[in-house]
């Protein structure tokens, strides 16, 4: 039972056109979510993230959009960058505070064509 | 600065051994936590520290898996005996307690043949 779903396993851009980023999660104690750029041989690097009180967070090219009564959030980067190819996760956790563990979804891989 | 350090970076080790993943923590930071990645399975949280404490530890998989944290740099993870199922890309974690934001070090790679 996978708590945070991203239904696309890979995403084909253009560069310079707008990438979008979808995830859905299942379980109503998630209070913030984040997302995670990841590069192959290394460690995932934190991107952006969004409390449940709020339904956008915006950082330079990467907005963060929250729908909480659809248990969905999208990463929007624009304009995308060749550099922007990498596996994407988005991750949640509850309401203990800042110290626990996250609950990861199984990542997109986001290809940004020249 | 330094950040979260994994070692070994690559371990191949065969059945029935004894693994020991290491990992420092970035300085200051008093969470600690301990991913597991596979194709199946995904990223997936195994066990985490706050000050040094085991705080939880239902995602580890089996007893065979132990974790320790003698203290605010130091923390291990060890697999006795591995089994081909053990392979995988472990991560290992660090934040201040009061973020929510992790830093990943750079992974180690385990192949059990």
């Known amino acids: 039972d996978q708590q945070v779903k991203q239904n696309s396993p890979s995403l084909s851009v253009q560069e310079g056109r707008i990438s979008i980023l979808n995830c859905d999660y299942t379980n109503s104690m998630f209070d913030y979510f984040l997302w995670y750029k990841k590069y192959p041989a290394e460690g995932p690097t934190f991107l952006i993230s969004i409390s449940s009180i709020k339904d956008k967070n915006e950082d330079g090219r990467f907005t963060v959009f929250l729908n909480k009564s659809a248990k969905h959030l999208s990463l929007h980067i624009v304009p995308s960058q060749p550099g922007d190819s990498a596996v994407y996760f988005c991750?949640?956790?509850?309401?203990?505070?800042?110290?626990?563990?996250?609950?990861f979804g199984k990542g997109t891989h986001l290809i940004i064509q020249p | 600065d330094a950040g979260v350090i994994q070692s070994p970076r690559h371990e191949v080790t065969e059945m029935g051994q004894e693994v020991t993943l290491r990992c420092k923590p970035i300085s200051g930071h008093n969470s600690l936590f301990w991913y597991r990645q596979t194709m199946m399975r995904g990223l997936e949280l195994l066990i985490y520290f706050n000050n040094n404490v085991p705080i939880d530890d239902s995602g580890m998989p089996e007893d065979r898996f132990s974790a320790k944290m003698p203290n605010a740099s130091f923390s291990t993870l060890k697999i006795q005996p591995s089994e081909p199922r053990d392979s995988a890309v472990y991560f290992c974690?660090?934040?201040?307690?009061?973020?929510?934001?992790?830093?990943f070090g750079p992974g180690t790679r385990l192949t059990v043949t």
């Open positions: 974690a660090s934040s201040f307690w009061e973020s929510y934001e992790q830093y």
């Open positions: 991750a949640a956790t509850g309401s203990g505070g800042g110290a626990d563990g996250l609950t």
